[in-house]
Each structure stands twice: as C-alpha cells, then as structure tokens.
C-alpha cells in the first residue's frame, strides 16, 4: 500500500486548466451519483483533509449496502451545466504541503510549492504564477519568514481559516491581489489520473534523476520524447535535484499541466473519463481540501476548457525577481525584489502587455491613471515635513488629499512605503523619488483600506531631499 501524501500544485492546476471538459463532465456526471452513495458531507465545498497520511484509497468505491449500483448520467444531460458566468477574475492558490514535516513528527506541516492559477472570464485569458518555498516575506500577524511557513503558523495557531487561510492572505499581501479560492490535492490522485489517461507525454531535454515515493529505487530520465506512468510522471514534477533547484521544478510542473490540457483535448478522452467517474471521484474526494463547491469547480472548468493555449501565460518568481540572502539567523533565503516580481504578476495576470490600456502611457501618466490615494506620514523630528512633502508630491501628479497627512506612530530610519491595494506604477515612481530601496517597499493587500498607498517618511528623506 502507497502512503498518502500530499500533492505538488500541478494536480489541480490540471484539473482546472486540463482536466476541463473531461475531469468536470465527470464530476457533473458522478453528482448523481453521491446522492446514491449518501456523501452528505461536501461542506461549503468538498472538504476531506486527512489530518495524518493514510493508506491510499482503494481503486475502486465500494457502493452503500442495499444501494443501486450508480449509473452514469445520460450524456445529453451533462449540458444543463453552463460555465462560469461571472465577470470577475477568478484566482486560486494551490498549495502542496511538506510530507518530511509529518514524517519527522513535526506536527503541522509547511507548503512545500505554491502555484496561483487565475481565469478572466472577460478576456478569456488564463494565467500560472509559481512561488517559491524559500521566499522570505511578512506573514500577517507574524515576523518575517519563509512564505512555507504560514501554513503551518496558521494551523498551529489555530487562526480562523487554519493554514490555509494565512497561506492566502500571505500571498495576497505579497502580490497584491485578491484570492477567491484554495486547493491542496494528494499524490496518489494525480498518480491514478495519469494512468488513467495512459501515461504523462513528456519531451525531456537532458538526463534527470528521479526518485518515485515509495519503495521504488531511483532512475535517471534520459532525454527524448517518452510516455511516463502516473508514479514516474509525479517523481518527474517533484525532481528538484537539477542545477535551477525549485525554479527548475516549477517550470516543469506548468510545462506539464499544458502538455496534459493538450493531450486530453486532443485525443478526445472525455468519453474515458466519464467512464472512469465513479472511481476518479471516490479517490478525488478523499485527497482534496478546497473551499470551492463541487459546482464552482464544474463551471470553472467548462470556462477554462475553452480558454486558448496562446491565451494561457506562465510566470514564475525566479531568480531575477529575487536576491540570494542569508538573515542574521544564518538562514539562507529568498529575498523578493517587489518591482521585479510585480512585473512578473502584471504578465501573468495580463495587465502588462500592449493590450493594456496603460502601455502606451508614459509613466507620470499611469500614476494619475492609478489616482492612488496616498498618506504622507512624519517619522521623523523635522517638523512640517510631511505637509511639505505632501505639497511636492500633489505638484507632481500624485494624489496626497488633505486629510492624508499626519505623524507615523513610530520613528523611522529609513523612508518605507506600504502597497495596501496593488498600485504598481505609483510606488515604483514614488520610490524613485524618495530615494527608497526596494526591500523598504512592502505589499500588504488590504481590499478594505481606505489608503490606496502610505509613505512613512525617515530621517534619510528629511536629511536630504529637494523641498524648498
């Protein structure tokens, strides 16, 4: 028997972006059949997190004593589903935790990899944005650290939401965006899903070792095009042992989730799928937690199915989006560079290319675009300093009201600036003129706040700065 464990954000990713049309369909088709087998507890969306690994599920459901065999819904009713008719960008934040933390008896285990996915119905435009583990950042509520800790912070803490929802507000503040969903899914589910569909074609490019979980011994993937089964294919998309580390393993974990979207569209497996539901669900529902509704996930993925692959963008937080760094701890770590990773976000998210309404604007115009509610606050002894600086900053374009100034509640060294409702081209140009260095600069995504952007002037600006 395989351990549970818990899976790597590729998996969900394909069954948003992949698995849409095929996977879903069988989930519309498999909703008749949990009220067959009396599953009542879907929760405000299919909830089933084992708190410890458990023995993998078995292959197939055993159906309720004295109950109906299920039988698949008549294809002609798999249309009363209609996809997602919202509006609004949809984002989702896939998190894939830490099994070595629960091997060593560590209690709550850490995120592992985190991969946002997010769907425009608007532009019907799809994006993949990959975090990485060793991001050293502010964790709400907490001192600064590797972004795989909130996790567990929030689980040990026992905060409202647990782990997963520190996990969210900690990227949200990050990126200074909105997250409207979460996700974890387990190995043994994208194992069975690749197999089921027969083997993970996959173009390798030079020779990788990989080491399936388990009892299985190591192997070295040699380049060329191959069809991997479902256990080689997971230790493929784990495989960090490669000279670009976790930065190489997110490029192949998106890598896959296209090659798989591809695949099953193009060979038509849906009617496979279908099939297939009964037993696909049983194991699917066990090894997710997510707070999306089981029709949520339907709709999302009939929209997504339809998204083109030209349409789709990847992005990862590499090595130029961050700065190798070593904390008084002696810990090494990723320190973020926010302009460089807001580029990456914009591209992602589509808002930074020459469809963009800003993109033919020179950048004084983008911050009056943005018209970004900014306050002014004096952390130092120089008296007045705000209100002056506030005054220059109006004579140049930017949007400092009235009542916007005032006194920080605390001393500052060095001038610092906070992003509460993501204003890319505002911060970057105010920290250009204050003289700001990037890691005084911090993304803290507050949809609420009334402030859109808060400076908190130092002794550095009142020292040297051009106000009359």
């Known amino acids: 028997m395989k351990n549970k464990v818990w899976i790597k954000p590729a998996v969900w990713g394909i069954y948003l972006l992949v698995l849409a049309g095929s996977g879903f369909y069988s989930f519309n088709a498999v909703r008749t059949f949990t009220q067959t087998w009396q599953i009542t507890d879907l929760g405000p969306g299919f909830s089933f997190r084992n708190p410890t690994p458990t023995p993998a599920a078995e292959s197939e459901h055993t159906p309720v004593p004295g109950q109906p065999t299920p039988t698949p819904l008549p294809a002609s009713e798999l249309s009363n589903y209609q996809p997602w008719d919202g509006s609004d960008r949809v984002t989702i934040l896939i998190m894939g935790l830490d099994y070595r933390d629960w091997e060593a008896g560590e209690g709550a285990p850490r995120t592992d990899t985190m991969m946002l996915l997010t769907i425009d119905p608007l532009s019907n435009t799809a994006g993949m944005l990959s975090i990485p583990r060793d991001l050293y950042v502010s964790i709400p509520g907490f001192q600064y650290g590797r972004i795989n800790t909130a996790y567990r912070e929030g689980e040990v803490y026992q905060l409202p939401g647990g782990g997963p929802a520190l996990a969210v507000k900690t990227v949200e503040q990050l990126l200074g965006i909105e997250i409207d969903f979460y996700a974890q899914i387990d190995f043994y589910t994208f194992e069975r899903m690749i197999d089921e569909i027969g083997g993970l ?127 008084p701890e002696g810990d090494q770590v990723l320190k973020p560079l926010p302009d460089k990773i807001r580029q990456v976000r914009d591209y992602v998210f589509g808002t930074a290319d020459l469809s963009s309404p800003l993109a033919g604007l020179s950048d004084e115009e983008r911050v009056q675009a943005e018209n970004a509610k900014i306050l002014v606050l004096n952390g130092t002894f120089t008296a007045g300093l705000a209100a002056n600086t506030a005054e220059y900053l109006n004579s140049l374009g930017f949007n400092v009201p009235p009542d916007f100034i005032g006194d920080a509640q605390e001393a500052y060294t060095f001038t610092t600036i906070f992003d509460y409702t993501g204003n890319p081209y505002t911060v970057q140009m105010l920290a250009e003129i204050l003289n700001v260095q990037s890691n005084r600069v911090y993304l803290r995504y507050n949809p609420d706040s009334k402030v859109d952007v808060e400076v908190n002037l130092g002794s550095d600006w009142a020292g040297n700065n051009p106000l009359p």
């Open 201 to 327: 074609k996959v173009d390798i490019k030079e020779p990788i070792k990989v080491d399936p979980i388990g009892d299985k011994p190591p192997k070295v993937l040699q380049p060329g095009r191959q069809t991997l089964p479902g256990d080689l294919a997971l230790a493929y998309v784990r495989a960090r042992n490669t000279e670009g580390g976790d930065f190489d393993r997110a490029q192949r974990q998106q890598e896959v989730i296209v090659t798989l979207r591809d695949d099953i569209l193009n060979r038509d497996l849906i009617p496979l799928l279908l099939k297939k539901a009964p037993v696909l669900y049983a194991e699917l529902s066990e090894g997710v937690n997510t707070n999306m509704t089981l029709e949520q996930a339907i709709r999302l993925g009939l929209l997504a199915k339809d998204i083109p692959a030209e349409n789709i963008r990847q992005g990862i937080i590499g090595t130029d989006s961050i700065i190798f760094w070593t904390t």
